[in-house]
């Protein structure tokens, strides 16, 4: 039986399975609030592991963040003496990153403004209120 009664271009190409895995390893590598974090502090270049390090993390934590997203290929990385580096591995990721931000920003709306004494002006007094 078919799903659907009306005529049909026949849809998108769909990407090989491999290629869909692959996408999705980088989704679930990205999907993690404090690894994003690190994407956007390399993007804009090479940096330290210890530079990725916050004031109140551990390094071993930052590590372990940074390896998966190196096993995601996401990050490219090399090491100088005692001391490892990190960037992103390509513009694609750069562009996937910028991307998913925007959107979440669309999805956000405006920033809230902060609130102003002149909001108030107009409002009508209400019982027991002083000007």
Known sequence: ??????????????PATVLL????????AMGDLERLRLLTMLQDGERCVGELVGEHEKLSTVSARLQALHRARLLH??????????????GHVASLLNNAL?????RLGPPLQPI???DFD????????RS
């Open 102 to 106: 925007e959107h979440a920003a669309e």
């Open 1 to 14: 039986m078919p799903r659907c009664e009306h005529p049909s271009d026949g849809g998108p190409d769909i």
């Open 116 to 118: 102003q004494k002149e």
């Open 21 to 28: 895995g692959h996408a999705a390893e980088f989704f679930r």
């Open 77 to 90: 990385r090399r090491r100088e003496a005692r001391h490892i580096y990190y960037r992103l591995a390509d």
């Open 122 to 129: 107009d409002l009508p007094e209400t019982p027991g209120s």
